[in-house]
């Protein structure tokens, strides 16, 4: 997390982007070895991707600057389609949110701000 965050500086403060958290990795692998898959392709993510500005914020950066603003994005970039998953391995992450892993104390040592 620390090696990326330098990174959303240069990005408009609306992008959005989907997290998942190591246990929900190993969740999704667990139930994709259990399930006799054979070899598919399945997107593992949270259920609410966060803006970059929230994804600053809450990791006591400084606010990104005013005008990043106006830095043209693609707001599907980064966001992934979890229904093969959930539908086929029957996946539900652990940590439905950042905010939620967070609360949990689950975030690499990031506290709110």
């Not at 997107?43 to 950066?61: C, F, K, T």
């Amino acid at each position: 997390m620390r090696e990326f965050l330098p990174r959303l500086s240069a990005w408009n403060p609306a992008k959005r982007l989907h997290m998942v958290h190591h246990a929900d990795v190993g969740q999704a692998l667990l139930r994709a070895i259990r399930s006799g898959t054979d070899g598919g392709v399945y997107n593992v993510a949270d259920d609410a991707p966060i803006s970059a500005q929230e994804l600053n914020r809450l990791s006591g950066q400084p606010e990104l600057p005013d005008e990043n603003s106006s830095l043209p994005y693609d707001p599907w970039e980064m966001i992934v389609d979890t229904s093969r998953a959930r539908e086929e391995l029957g996946f539900r992450p652990i940590y439905p949110s950042f905010y939620s892993a967070l609360d949990a104390g689950a975030t690499w040592g990031l506290v709110r701000a």
